[in-house]
């Protein structure tokens, strides 16, 4: 997650793509309840793993997840925050369920819904996604897609670091403690 003071790129995100294909992938998957009491690394190795076995041991900083239909359908758990911890950058999503995105925007996880993006994306392809205008181009290809461009209010929430940070900055929640 980004903190106070720093801004998440929104325009111009670059990375190696993961692509899991399959579609329903819910919020259990990414954010197993078996790791609820576990210290946070620990927690973050339990992430897909039911998906894709030794996954989250793979990802680097930069990374960025494309995925098939209804990403994310199931809880509102906050699972962006362990993908964010992981590494990844951005989200694209066949389709990504409406809770999950409004987390993703929350937690300021750049999200992009883009049909067709499992026919124009091959895992290990270096991707750029722009969630502003909706577009993602492979630059491994030259190929490129338009999505729906996040409206101008979600974007600034991404930017400043999520809704926290933001309610912070603008005095609607008090400031954040260390336990």
């Known amino acids: 997650m980004t903190g106070a003071g720093s801004r998440t790129d929104?325009?111009?995100i670059t990375g190696r793509a993961w692509v899991m294909p399959q579609d329903y992938i819910n919020t259990d998957a990414i954010m197993p309840r078996r790791g609820y009491d576990l210290a946070p690394r620990e927690q973050?190795?339990?992430?897909?793993q039911t998906v894709r076995p030794g996954w989250a041991e793979q990802v680097r900083p930069?990374?960025?997840?494309?995925?098939?239909?209804n990403f994310g359908t199931g809880s509102s758990r906050p699972a962006v925050t362990l993908l964010s911890r992981l590494g990844i950058v951005a989200l694209v999503g066949e389709s990504i369920s409406?809770?999950?995105?409004?987390?993703?925007?929350s937690y300021a996880m750049p999200a992009l819904e883009l049909p067709g993006v499992l026919g124009l994306v091959t895992e290990g392809d270096t991707v750029r996604v722009d969630i502003g205008s909706g577009r993602l181009e492979n630059l491994a290809t030259g190929r490129a897609a338009q999505g729906a461009a996040m409206p101008a209010a979600l974007l600034e929430t991404i930017a400043v670091g999520g809704a926290y940070v933001?309610?912070?900055?603008?005095?609607?929640?008090?400031q954040e403690t260390q336990a």
């Open 10 to 12: 929104v325009r111009g």
């Open 44 to 48: 973050d190795l339990l992430v897909l």
């Open 62 to 69: 930069g990374d960025i997840l494309v995925t098939g239909r």
């Open 98 to 105: 409406e809770i999950f995105f409004r987390n993703c925007v």
């Open 166 to 174: 933001q309610l912070r900055a603008e005095g609607y929640m008090g």
